[in-house]
């Protein structure tokens, strides 16, 4: 990989440090040519600190290091994307990421959807809203609902015509959603299950 350490006048090229898992960005450092070696001989990113002049560890002081998963180069190769696999919290001041955002995998607009079906759950006298009234009927229905998808996507998928197919199986998602909530769970919990099985 050819990286341009020259493009600044300090040397210094930034390095985007991203979870490998979660995908989230976690903070923002700088590398030197240094830093960068010491981390592929270490496998723990390393850095150079603008502020103490010097190379610096993440997690040297802390343990909360940050194990090299792989390292990309932008097009004008002078930013690094480097993938990471965190031990406890990144920032300096104790947060998941240097935004202090929480370090949890989400999945866009399914996730998005899973806060629609929580509020409805929370808010279950909402006459108007379906999830709401699935809610109050309680799990047996939900689960019942569940089956009822399941069943319609098994024969959609047996037959030719690809709108139904997908139609049932939003329908079938959208109601299994449903069902982890009524059970306490969300996807990352699934998610945990499958990558526990790798």
């Not at 496998?43 to 002081?61: A, C, D, H």
């Not at 001041?93 to 202090?100: H, I, Q, Y």
Request: charged share 30%.
């Amino acid at each position: 990989m050819k990286i341009d350490f020259n493009k600044s006048q300090d040397g210094l090229i930034p390095a985007i440090i991203q979870d490998v898992s979660t995908k989230n960005v976690l903070m923002l450092g700088y590398m030197n040519k240094e830093a960068y070696d010491k981390t592929i001989e270490t496998n723990k990113v390393t850095f150079f600190s603008r502020s103490k002049q010097r190379l610096w560890t993440k997690g040297e002081e802390s343990g909360n290091f940050l194990n090299l998963v792989a390292i990309k180069n932008d097009c004008d190769q002078d930013t690094l994307l480097i993938t990471v696999d965190p031990v406890g919290p990144t920032c300096h001041k104790g947060t998941d990421t240097c935004w202090a955002e929480d370090n949890y995998q989400s999945f866009g607009f399914l996730s998005t959807l899973e806060e629609v079906i929580k509020d409805r759950k929370e808010n279950k006298d909402d006459e108007k809203s379906y999830v709401a009234s699935l809610f109050r009927k309680g799990i047996n229905k939900i689960a019942q609902k569940v089956g009822e998808e399941a069943v319609e996507v098994v024969i959609e998928a047996k037959d030719n015509d690809e709108k139904l197919f997908l139609d049932e199986s939003a329908d079938l998602l959208f109601h299994y959603l449903i069902l982890l909530q009524a059970k306490g769970y969300k996807l990352n919990d699934i998610v945990e299950v499958l990558k526990s099985r790798g």
